[in-house]
């Protein structure tokens, strides 16, 4: 898939609005401003195009810091919490300050000592950033929405990283679960599909529950 590059947004254009976001980034490559040619180590890339991923836009502040901007829910475009994308390309020992700028929550687990999740290539077990890197503040120069911001320092050039809001939980992972508690042949468990949800994914109905009667949830 074709990288794309972006640069320090121009006065007045579309990438200055907090309402430009579009589908999830692909393979983003963020070049400084005036620089042309393939993105070097350093130039981070993001990437939000896989199962649960959430990441819409990417704007770089300084050498260092980064607004991130995450897609609303699918049915429901006032809310917007979720973010999962991954960080390639890096250098060692490159720090950086990222800042999801467009929560629309008030109130937020970040601001009681709860913390953003990370893994990388080489270190696949999921673990929390420390919270003393972790802020969650309202911010002025977005509208007043909810900002949180980290701090990071990535330590391996050839691993991709992947940040996300906690545990990411996917469908397909539900999916395969479900696959394993039928293929049991459990009597006292019984699954079928209720119908489809907008995105065309199965409902399923499970009931659990004694041989003798049925009950579900």
């Not at 970040?110 to 696949?124: E, F, H, I, L, Q």
Request: with cysteine.
């Amino acid at each position: 898939m074709a990288e794309r590059s972006q640069t320090a947004p121009e006065a007045g254009s579309d990438m200055g609005n907090e309402d430009a976001i579009g589908g999830n980034v692909s393979k983003y490559a963020v070049l400084p401003s005036g620089y042309c040619g393939q993105p070097k180590k350093g130039h981070l890339i993001f990437d939000a195009c896989f199962e649960s991923g959430n990441l819409g836009r990417v704007d770089q502040v300084s050498e260092f810091e980064y607004d991130l901007f995450i897609r609303p829910d699918t049915c429901n475009p006032r809310f917007r919490v979720w973010f999962n994308f991954t960080v390639e390309n890096v250098k060692e020992s490159q720090r950086v300050i990222f800042n999801i700028v467009n929560f629309s929550k008030t109130k937020s687990l970040y601001r009681d000592g709860m913390a953003p999740m990370v893994k990388s290539t080489s270190r696949p077990k999921w673990q929390r950033l420390p919270p003393k890197n972790v802020y969650y503040y309202r911010c002025p120069d977005h509208r007043k929405n909810y900002v949180m911001s980290f701090a990071f320092c990535f330590d391996r050039e050839e691993d991709i990283y992947q940040f996300a809001y906690c545990y990411p939980y996917t469908y397909t992972r539900f999916q395969h679960y479900l696959d394993s508690l039928q293929k049991r042949n459990m009597d006292y468990f019984f699954r079928e599909q209720l119908g489809q949800s907008v995105q065309q994914r199965h409902l399923d109905l499970l009931t659990i529950t004694s041989p003798a009667g049925r009950w579900s949830w």
